[in-house]
């Protein structure tokens, strides 16, 4: 019997799997071997371990190619649908990188730090308005996004980015108090390129 008919033969299941139990310093159980194992490891039903071989899964020990097969088109289905709701997602996600960057003019520009580090430079313009923020890493904060532009008068030090309710807000410290001032809506539009789409992402 050539290899094209005994794959023929296990498939109907006219011709069971040839399994053999092995045992190993670290793992043990059912493997198979050539055609056997391809056959196996085609429907999902088991791996190869380097420098052990083909294991079995502990389900399928028995050799039961019906169950097999029924396992394979199950996850075959399973995966079809995870693809198209992938498949789905980068379609919503190109869509809406597409309608944010519509008639944006947007300029990264590398900043080298004292300490070593490296900060960008995004200067966007949208309209007639023109917004520069700066993306970087803060030890004990990880990334951000900072105005390179006064949000509000008398402000110490930086301001941070803040959502609350889907809005986004500027968080700043004004004579000694917290004060949040909602963006506009094309400064919002604004960070979202950044902070969607920056180069630390």
Same mark, same amino acid.
């Given at each position: 019997?050539?290899?094209?008919?005994? #794959?023929?033969?296990?498939m109907?299941?006219?011709?069971?799997?040839?399994?053999? &139990?092995?045992?190993?310093?670290?793992?043990?159980? &059912?493997?198979? &071997?050539?055609l056997?194992?391809?056959i196996?490891?085609s429907?999902?039903?088991?791996? #190869?371990?380097?420098g052990?071989?083909?294991? !079995?899964?502990?389900e399928?020990?028995?050799g039961?190619?019906?169950?097999? =097969?029924?396992?394979?088109?199950?996850?075959?289905?399973?995966e079809?649908m995870?693809?198209?709701?992938?498949d789905?997602?980068s379609?919503?996600?190109?869509k809406?990188?597409?309608? +944010?960057?519509?008639?944006? *003019?947007w300029?990264k520009?590398?900043n080298l730090? +004292?300490y070593?580090? !490296?900060?960008?430079?995004?200067?966007?313009?949208?309209?007639?308005?023109?917004?520069r923020l700066?993306e970087?890493?803060?030890?004990g904060?990880?990334?951000?996004? !900072?105005? +390179?532009?006064?949000?509000?008068?008398?402000i110490?030090?930086? *301001?941070? *980015?803040?959502?609350?309710?889907?809005?986004w807000?500027?968080?700043?410290?004004?004579?000694?108090?917290?004060e949040?001032?909602?963006?506009?809506g =094309?400064e919002?539009?604004?960070y979202?390129? !950044? &902070?969607?789409y920056g180069?630390?992402?």
């Amino acid at each position: 019997m050539n290899e094209t008919q005994e #794959y023929l033969e296990i498939m109907a299941g006219r011709k069971r799997l040839e399994l053999e &139990y092995k045992t190993g310093d670290v793992v043990s159980g &059912y493997t198979a &071997y050539g055609l056997h194992a391809r056959i196996i490891e085609s429907l999902h039903c088991g791996q #190869y371990i380097d420098g052990w071989g083909f294991l !079995v899964d502990r389900e399928f020990e028995d050799g039961d190619i019906a169950r097999m =097969k029924r396992h394979y088109f199950e996850w075959k289905e399973i995966e079809e649908m995870q693809k198209a709701l992938e498949d789905a997602e980068s379609e919503h996600l190109r869509k809406e990188k597409e309608k +944010l960057l519509e008639g944006v *003019s947007w300029v990264k520009k590398e900043n080298l730090q +004292l300490y070593g580090g !490296v900060s960008y430079i995004h200067t966007i313009r949208i309209e007639n308005e023109e917004f520069r923020l700066e993306e970087k890493r803060i030890s004990g904060m990880g990334r951000v996004i !900072v105005p +390179l532009y006064e949000v509000a008068k008398d402000i110490l030090g930086d *301001s941070f *980015s803040e959502c609350i309710d889907d809005r986004w807000y500027w968080s700043y410290i004004k004579e000694g108090r917290e004060e949040k001032l909602l963006m506009s809506g =094309k400064e919002e539009r604004a960070y979202l390129i !950044v &902070y969607r789409y920056g180069m630390l992402v």
